[in-house]
């Protein structure tokens, strides 16, 4: 995790993000979190504990920040998005942290990945970005298992309480209705396929995005052409599916290692079934 210090004087709202990967044979997706002021400084302590430039941090940029607002994230294959009318507020005496992933080397690279925001003084629609995921899965519940070909495992929440509950930054209170305008999902190597629905209470489903034939190296944030209103009581649902059988196994020294029971973890051998909702209160 690097601390970036947030350089504008005024509001701002980030309209538009890219990440310019340098290393790309190293570089993994970058989160990048956004520290509110009175928070800087936690950040900025985690970084002059450790030597060298940036700190190690897992999941979160760490200091309690679970809950902290996300800018965005980037995903090899992701393209820049640029939205004119909606955009993520930022207060002067901000920080950024970009969560960099890297593949392990025995003699890694330098690596000068860039990122790069677009700013505006003002929008139509506030946005908050907050990640969509089983909580239990990140303590090992979501096994799969070494050499099965079609593992699942899906979730399902009252989402107007989950946002509630987790990310109070998002400005939607616990049960209050909310607007959904963008939404992505993550997997690693082993994935296949992904998808994200809305069960409508007293309605019929709505599918929000599915990824019927999962590539890591081409992944992004899908803006919804429709934006979809949550309403207390509606229950959103996420699934993924992997492969993890002996035919569908990483090249090493150009043979294929063995099949092993793979769990939630941050890196390329491990996995996720992650979402990422780009949110904003109703108006």
């Given amino acids: 995790c690097f601390v970036i210090d947030w350089p504008e004087d005024q509001l701002k709202y980030v309209i538009g993000m890219d990440v310019v990967p340098d290393e790309r044979p190293i570089v993994h997706p970058a989160i990048a979190f956004l520290i509110p002021?009175?928070?800087?400084?936690?950040?900025?302590?985690?970084?002059?504990?450790?030597?060298?430039?940036?700190?190690?941090?897992?999941?979160?940029?760490?200091?309690?920040?679970?809950?902290?607002?996300?800018?965005?994230a980037w995903a090899p294959g992701a393209l820049p998005s640029i939205d004119e009318a909606r955009g993520i507020a930022v207060l002067p005496g901000s920080a950024v942290v970009l969560q960099m992933h890297y593949h392990p080397m025995d003699d890694p690279p330098a690596d000068q990945t860039k990122l790069r925001l677009k700013l505006a003084d003002s929008v139509d629609v506030p946005l908050y970005v907050v990640p969509f995921t089983n909580p239990d899965w990140l303590g090992g519940s979501m096994q799969i298992p070494a050499g099965e070909p079609r593992a699942v495992h899906q979730f399902e929440v009252d989402l107007t309480s989950f946002i509630g509950d987790f990310f109070p930054s998002a400005g939607v209170k616990n049960g209050d209705p909310f607007v959904i305008h963008e939404l992505s999902l993550h997997m690693h190597t082993r994935g296949t396929r992904a998808s994200i629905e809305l069960d409508r209470q007293g309605a019929a489903d709505e599918c929000g995005l599915y990824i019927p034939d999962w590539d890591f190296s081409w992944q992004g944030g899908y803006t919804l052409e429709q934006p979809m209103t949550v309403n207390p009581g509606d229950r959103l649902r996420l699934a993924c599916e992997w492969d993890n059988s002996a035919a569908n196994q990483p090249i090493v020294d150009g043979v294929p290692i063995d099949p092993v029971d793979i769990f939630w973890g941050e890196g390329t051998g491990d996995e996720m079934c992650l979402a990422l909702l780009t949110i904003s209160p109703v108006q």
Avoid: H
Wanted: proline share 11%; glycine share 22%.
């Fill in 37 to 72: 002021p009175q928070s800087v400084n936690t950040y900025k302590n985690l970084d002059d504990a450790e030597p060298g430039p940036g700190y190690t941090c897992f999941g979160s940029p760490g200091g309690g920040g679970f809950n902290q607002q996300w800018l965005g």
